[in-house]
């Protein structure tokens, strides 16, 4: 009997189940709920967004560009990110841009060692590998709508596997006041608020590329051009914060 072909893993993320979390994550994420709620109501008042703060007195806004100029970067967490935009095609229904996650080479352990998937570009000078720990794509006043993964080409980033990547979520902070520092906090925030999301995404992400790599072996899957996108995850804010709320029993 000829047995059924695996089915190739989705690149859309479920929703966690977030009941069997520590009460200390929990509490982490409920809390940076609040902030990123802060954050954009603070905005808000001024007539101003997250959007409107990246793109300030930079000129026009345009696709592929990388805003601020010069990216943003915390010297003392090793974190960086930037915003920009794709032709509309390659970007989500509503979606003005996004934001890239980075850690930056000295905020990776000298011992840690990239993943070694076939074909995979991977810098010489370890102070020259960074990471990409997943991407915040927004509306045109600054509301979430998505996450996502890209393929290491995309970033250029060395490509390290999930289970490396993830215990640096928690060290992602931006605690510069450049271009604003409401729109620092709301980015750190967002990553903890969406911890288990970012998780999963990193985790799917390797899920798809080692399937890829199955599927067409001797080919680089890491930096096949028609792979962009490697996971992604659909935001529902209010869902969230009612899920933390019902595992943490309030």
Same mark, same amino acid.
């Given at each position: 009997?000829?047995?059924?072909?695996?089915?190739?893993?989705?690149?859309?993320?479920?929703?966690?189940?977030?009941? !069997?979390?520590? $009460?200390?994550? @929990?509490?982490?994420?409920?809390?940076?709920? =609040?902030? /990123?709620?802060?954050?954009? #109501? %603070?905005?808000?008042?001024?007539?101003?967004?997250?959007?409107?703060?990246?793109?300030?007195?930079?000129?026009?806004?345009?696709?592929?560009?990388?805003?601020?100029?010069?990216?943003?970067?915390?010297?003392?967490?090793?974190?960086?990110?930037?915003?920009?935009?794709?032709?509309?095609?390659?970007?989500?229904?509503?979606?003005?841009?996004?934001?890239?996650?980075?850690?930056?080479? !000295?905020?990776? $352990?000298?011992? @840690?060692?990239?993943?070694?998937?076939?074909? =995979?570009? /991977?810098?010489?000078?370890? #102070? %020259?590998?960074?990471?990409?720990?997943?991407?915040?794509?927004?509306?045109?006043?600054?509301?979430?709508?998505?996450?996502?993964?890209?393929?290491?080409?995309?970033?250029?980033?060395?490509?390290?596997?999930?289970?490396?990547?993830?215990?640096?979520?928690?060290?992602?902070?931006?605690?510069?006041?450049?271009?604003?520092?409401?729109?620092?906090?709301?980015?750190?925030?967002?990553?903890?608020?969406?911890?288990?999301?970012?998780?999963?995404?990193?985790?799917?992400?390797?899920? /798809?590329?080692?399937?890829? #790599? %199955?599927?067409?072996?001797?080919?680089?899957?890491?930096?096949?051009?028609?792979?962009?996108?490697?996971?992604?995850?659909?935001?529902?804010?209010?869902?969230?914060?009612?899920?933390?709320?019902?595992?943490?029993?309030?």
């Amino acid at each position: 009997m000829r047995q059924a072909a695996a089915v190739p893993p989705s690149s859309i993320l479920d929703a966690p189940d977030l009941s !069997a979390l520590p $009460a200390e994550r @929990l509490e982490d994420m409920h809390d940076a709920a =609040a902030t /990123v709620l802060q954050c954009e #109501a %603070a905005l808000a008042k001024s007539g101003m967004s997250v959007v409107s703060e990246v793109l300030r007195g930079q000129g026009d806004f345009l696709v592929w560009e990388r805003y601020p100029r010069g990216d943003v970067f915390d010297t003392e967490t090793h974190s960086q990110y930037f915003y920009h935009a794709h032709a509309p095609e390659e970007m989500a229904k509503g979606e003005n841009g996004h934001f890239h996650l980075f850690v930056r080479p !000295a905020g990776l $352990a000298p011992d @840690l060692r990239p993943w070694a998937l076939d074909g =995979a570009v /991977v810098a010489d000078d370890p #102070a %020259a590998r960074f990471i990409h720990i997943g991407a915040i794509s927004v509306d045109a006043h600054g509301q979430p709508i998505r996450l996502f993964t890209t393929n290491r080409w995309v970033t250029n980033e060395t490509l390290f596997a999930a289970r490396d990547v993830i215990p640096l979520l928690d060290r992602f902070t931006i605690g510069v006041a450049h271009p604003n520092w409401a729109v620092s906090q709301w980015l750190t925030s967002m990553v903890r608020l969406y911890h288990p999301q970012f998780a999963g995404l990193l985790r799917l992400r390797d899920a /798809v590329l080692r399937d890829r #790599a %199955a599927r067409q072996p001797g080919t680089a899957v890491s930096e096949d051009r028609t792979l962009q996108n490697t996971s992604e995850f659909r935001l529902d804010r209010a869902a969230q914060i009612a899920a933390i709320e019902e595992a943490l029993g309030i």
